[in-house]
């Protein structure tokens, strides 16, 4: 299976919004509203951000967001900040009972 | 509140095999939900490697090509991935996991690194 497309780094000043795609196909992101997003800073585990495309987990903040159009998903980030600096992981459902995760995107807040 | 501890050996050679468990507290691992092994090489991406059900049910990843099988031992509450014919691609930090919220993990283990080399 193909990992799923995410560009490989975005960048945003602090207060801006950005957007981060995540690109499948249908037999992943296009086919099941299962796509989670998943913050990463360097030397600790993943957390949880967005799950089933659009729902956010109590005590995330309402900043992040979900979104989905056909085989593509997508996360913004609403009134970047600082700590919002990290790697970000989309993944998917897939047919056949299998998770694909996105190549992940780097934020970087200028 | 659950909580994922993984542990086992930080090397192992080439062409052996690779043994983790992942010790659930809070939560008993047969009451439901399903669980995952997750890997991070350095400086690389997340892969999913396979889940399990409180069936039994198994799902992996076809790039392991059948070298990967997860287990659980509900008598100890864990969860168990073994990984044969280890490469020195298959070092990693490895991450256990479980969804809360629909389908997401919400629930890690804090990771443990594994680096295969002679």
């Known amino acids: 299976q193909s990992a799923l497309t995410q560009p490989a780094s975005v960048s945003g000043s602090p207060g801006q919004s950005i957007t981060i795609s995540c690109t499948g196909t249908?037999?992943?992101?296009?086919?099941?509203?299962?796509v989670s997003w998943y913050q990463k800073h360097p030397g600790k585990a993943p957390k949880l951000m967005i799950y089933?495309?659009?729902n956010r987990p109590s005590g995330v903040s309402y900043r992040f967001s979900g979104s989905k159009s056909g085989n593509t998903a997508s996360l913004t980030i609403s009134g970047l900040q600082a700590e919002d600096e990290a790697d970000y992981y989309c993944?998917?459902?897939?047919?056949?009972?299998?998770?694909?995760f996105g190549t992940g995107t780097k934020v970087t807040v200028l | 509140q659950v909580h994922l501890l993984e542990s086992g050996p930080g090397l192992v050679k080439p062409s052996e095999t690779l043994s983790l468990t992942c010790v659930v507290s809070g939560y008993s691992i047969s009451s439901g939900y399903y669980w995952v092994w997750i890997r991070q090489p350095p400086g690389k991406g997340l892969e999913w490697m396979g889940s399990?059900?409180?069936?039994?049910?198994?799902f992996y990843n076809p790039s392991l090509k059948g070298r990967v099988t997860i287990s659980v031992d509900a008598s100890k509450n864990l969860l168990s991935l073994k990984l044969t014919s280890v490469t020195a691609s298959d070092t990693a930090v490895y991450y256990c996991?479980?969804?809360?919220?629909?389908?997401?993990?919400?629930?890690w283990g804090q990771g443990t690194l594994v680096t295969v080399s002679s």
């Open positions: 993944t998917s459902y897939t047919r056949s009972g299998s998770y694909v």
């Open positions: 996991a479980r969804p809360g919220h629909g389908d997401g993990f919400d629930y």
């Open positions: 249908s037999i992943d992101v296009g086919g099941y509203n299962y």
């Open positions: 089933d495309v659009i």
């Open positions: 399990i059900f409180d069936s039994g049910t198994t």
